[in-house]
Nanobody, 123 residues
């Protein structure tokens, strides 16, 4: 699976962005999809994940209630809607696919990665 993330940008605190992750290659609907981020000087961290069907989602605590992960298997695209953005959300955001259930928060569990998209939140 080839993944391409887009939708990043510069936004003021409190604003919103919607990231997209376009997939190609193997059937996208067969993979758990996740979003990770890497801030300046930090390790890549889990943000959110969604099951193959879209019925199950997982979030890191710091984004619960603000971010929503979704997917459209017909369009072979995943999304991350980010609302009420904070300066601490500033990072390069990466989409990934292929983790096994039970390891959705583990970056090493994902087989496929897209290039990152920069999100910068100003105060």
């Amino acid at each position: 699976v080839q993944l391409q993330a887009s939708g990043g940008g510069l936004v003021q605190a409190g604003g919103s962005l919607r990231l997209s992750c376009a997939a190609s290659g193997r059937p996208f609907s067969g993979y758990i999809m996740g979003w990770f981020r890497q801030g300046p000087g930090k390790e890549r961290e889990f943000v959110a994940a969604i099951s193959e069907s879209g019925y199950s989602t997982w979030y890191t605590d710091s984004v619960k209630g603000r971010f929503t992960i979704s997917r459209d298997n017909a369009k072979i695209t995943g999304y991350l809607q980010m609302n009420s953005l904070k300066p601490e959300d500033t990072a390069v955001y990466h989409c990934a696919a292929g983790a096994a259930l039970g390891r959705v928060r583990d970056k090493d569990a994902y087989d496929y990665w897209g290039q990152g998209t920069q999100v910068t939140v100003s105060s």
